[in-house]
Every structure is written in C-alpha cells, then in structure tokens.
C-alpha cells in the first residue's frame, strides 16, 4: 500500500501518541486503529498491522520500566511466557466463538474499574512491593493466562485490566503494576504480532515507520509514569477505562 506524506506523517504521530497512553494505563489501540482505518486498511489489515507496530512500543517501555528498577525478573519469567500461550489460546478460541459476546461483560467490568479509581477506592499498598513469592508466583501465572487468553480472543481494555489485577490482587504500586502489566502485554501482543504476519496481516510497510514513533511513545510513556508516578496513572487508566467503553458501545450498538 502506497501512503503519501502526510498520511505517513498521521500515521507516525498517531503511532507517537498510541504509544506514550500504551505505556502509561493500556489503550493505544483505541488511538492507532481509527487512524489506520482511516486512512485505507481493510479491519483486518489494520488490526494486523497495529499489532505489527505496537509491540516495538511495549519493548521500549519494558526497557525503561527495567531500567527504573520497576520490573522483577522472577514475575516477567512467569507472566512472558504465559502471556503468549494464554493470547495464543484466545486467538484460536475466537476461531469457535464470537468475540461479541464478551462486550456486555467487558463494559461492566471497565466502568467498575473506573469507579474504584474514581472513588479513590482503587488504593494499592504503598511503597516497594515485596518479592513475587509462590503464591504470588500462582496468582501472577492466573493473571497472564486469563488476560492474555482475553487479549487474543477480544482485547479492548487488555493493559487496563491488567494493571488493576496486579494492583488489587498482588498489592503491586502503581508504577510497578504498570510496569509488570507490560511485560505481559509484550507477550501477548507478541504472540498475536506472529500469528498475524503468518497470515499475511501487517502491511510492514506502514507498520516499521510506525513502529519507530512507537519506540519514542513507549520509552516517553514509561518515563513519564516513572516521574510522575501514582497520581498520572489513575487520571490516564480512567480516561482509558471510559475511553474503551465509549469505543466499544459505538462499535457494535449504535450499529444496531
């Protein structure tokens, strides 16, 4: 596909932008996609392709996110891994069954994270969290095959969900729970990048440039939740939360 300049140029910024919310509270998507399907790609080239170019955005905010000491090594050997079987699983499992029935439940779920936020209720233990144990290990290993099994089979609100888990269940900060949310959303978008580009599914010709703006969007996002913390997580995961649920009710209802 042929792009002129300035639709080259959209898709870079668009890309930019993805990858800056992506890295601080999930939801890029909600960015990239629109601007890809504005400007051409068929729904299916589109998804590919956002997964083509969103991946190199979660890598480089895993190296940041490393880099600040906000990653531990014993929770991404386990939630990696599991993450690209469990978004492996997801993506077969939406070859028998129709994403569409999870909506209703997707919808609920987000509002009552935004609300927790909101209401100031959301409220993780503060200060360092200590070392991912067995049972942590156990839950942490839940977390990935259930979020990255959704995130094959639907997705929207993936990152969001995932920072909440870590949060309210292993009592991760903030700034961790994010920082751990990605390395398990590298995985599964990982997985979901190969199974596309096997299918022929990314235009690499639009998904490289884009990738590039991503690597400076996710490194920004990071450093971002890194210097800011606690307080910018919480505003961007309830505009993502909200966002997402907007997205999805005009995707399918107002089409009905």
Known sequence: ????????????????????????????????????????????????????????????????????????????????????????SGAALALMLRPGVLRPIVIVLLLVVAFLIASGRFRPREGEAPPVGHRAGLIVAAIALTLGAYDGFFGPGTG??????????????????????????????????????????????????????????GFLGAHLVVRRGDGLIRAMVLVVAIAVVAWIIKDFYWKH
């Open 160 to 217: 969001t969900f995932i920072i909440a888990a870590y949060a309210t269940l292993i009592h991760m900060p903030l700034p961790r729970a994010t920082a751990e949310a990605k390395v398990l959303n590298f995985g599964s978008n990982f997985a979901a990048m190969v199974m596309f580009a096997r299918n022929g599914e990314i235009l690499w010709g639009v998904a490289l440039p884009m990738a590039a703006a991503q690597l400076l969007g």
């Open 1 to 88: 596909m042929d792009l002129s300049a300035a639709q080259a140029a959209v898709l870079c910024a668009a890309a930019l932008c993805g990858g800056t919310v992506d890295a601080i509270a999930g939801g890029g998507g909600l960015i990239t996609v629109p601007v890809l399907l504005a400007v051409g790609l068929p729904p299916h080239l589109a998804l590919g392709t956002n997964k083509g170019q969103s991946t190199f955005g979660s890598f480089a905010a895993i190296v940041r996110y490393r880099h600040a000491g906000l990653i531990e090594r014993k929770t991404a050997r386990i939630s990696f891994p599991l993450g690209i079987v469990g978004s492996a």
